[in-house]
């Protein structure tokens, strides 16, 4: 596949650069991985854990899928959290969702788009459960902006109310489940204010909010 040689060439001027740098760090990065982060993130190319927050190899472990989604029945997400959880005893969980989100646009458009409207689903539902609320912004950029920070909160939600997470905190084990966004046009973070530190403060996520 002579048109991927370009990929090959890259890598191994990666890992040379790493080597000059620091000779044993993938010496190091071979014997264990002990990152104090889950990231939960979106598929989208542009979004890319480790550069966004700037950390190397083996310092934060990483689950993406379309549209950050955290779904009870899909066990690739859920094998994951268990992992970093019980295994890896992240002290942090966080879900990053992204403005611009295509499969946010696409689950607010009445179009079919085949096999993925099924994972849509879960947006839609989000959706219809904020709907006034995104239908009072005027402009469908706002919209589509509000809804992918709601996307993000309801995700942490769903994180939170795993037997994985809930374990760990009836157990005593420090965790805590956070909700982020980042903007694709100026590289930013923001902190959409969603800290959750035990089982207590995730119950009160599921009260429905006051009209």
């Not at 990053?96 to 099924?118: F, P, R, T, V």
Request: charged share 25%; glycine share 4%; proline share 2%.
């Amino acid at each position: 596949m002579k048109e991927l040689e370009n990929l090959l060439q890259n890598n191994r001027n990666w890992a040379d650069s790493i080597k000059d740098s620091d000779p044993e760090f993938f010496a190091r990065l071979s014997v264990q991985q002990n990152p104090e982060y889950l990231w939960i993130g979106c598929s989208d190319s542009r979004v890319s854990a480790n550069q966004i927050v700037d950390l190397l190899p083996g310092e934060i472990f990483v689950h993406r899928n379309i549209a950050n989604l955290v779904v009870h029945t899909d066990l690739n997400c859920l094998s994951v959290i268990q992992y970093a959880v019980e295994a890896l005893k992240v002290k942090h969980i966080i879900v990053c969702g992204h403005y611009e989100c295509g499969g946010i646009k696409a689950a607010m458009d009445d179009e079919s788009h085949g096999l993925i409207d099924n994972w849509l689903r879960h947006i839609k539902d989000t959706y219809r459960l904020y709907r006034n609320k995104i239908e009072a912004l005027e402009k469908k950029e706002d919209q589509y902006a509000l809804l992918c920070e709601l996307n993000v909160i309801e995700q942490v939600a769903n994180v939170c109310h795993t037997t994985m997470v809930q374990s760990a905190w009836n157990s005593g084990q420090e965790l805590a489940v956070h909700g982020w966004i980042y903007s694709i046009k100026d590289g930013v973070l923001k902190d959409l204010g969603v800290s959750v530190t035990d089982a207590l403060e995730a119950s009160e996520m599921l009260k429905p909010e006051t009209p």
